[in-house]
């Protein structure tokens, strides 16, 4: 069983920078792929990054692709989400996954486990 609670959401101006963090209990943290997910008032949950388990792999969605940077730290069990030159469409709550037997890491119904997730709000 693994719980994840996220942190550093909050309101910032466009141009912006915010860093999410993502704490996980329970084993084999480095074992798992791990992702970032948004959902915007009104849209689907969507895709914003993952980390592989093995390789050091990144991924990341193309509207984020050059600003955001996706990191973990397996021995403090924790993800990052380093958020930089921030847009107002950026505006979501953002959720932290983690999955052992992730294939697909873009699709959520991969992840086994889920934080409740954290507000971001950039404003104009």
């Known amino acids: 069983q693994v719980q994840l609670v996220e942190s550093g959401g909050g309101l910032v101006q466009a141009g912006g920078s915010l860093r999410l963090s993502c704490a996980a209990t329970?084993?084999?943290?480095?074992?798992?792929?791990m992702g970032w997910f948004r959902q915007a008032p009104g849209k689907e949950r969507e895709f914003v990054a993952a980390?592989?388990?093995?390789?050091?792999?990144?991924y990341y969605a193309d509207s984020v692709k050059g600003r955001f940077t996706i990191s973990r730290d397996n021995a403090k069990k924790s993800l990052y989400l380093q958020m930089n030159m921030l847009k107002p469409e950026d505006t979501a709550v953002y959720y932290c996954?983690?999955?052992?037997?992730?294939?697909?890491?873009?699709?959520?119904?991969?992840?086994?486990?889920w934080g409740q997730g954290t507000q971001v709000t950039v404003s104009s």
């Open positions: 980390s592989t388990s093995m390789y050091d792999g990144t």
């Open positions: 329970g084993r084999l943290f480095s074992s798992y792929a």
């Open positions: 996954a983690a999955g052992l037997r992730v294939i697909a890491l873009t699709q959520e119904n991969q992840y086994d486990y």
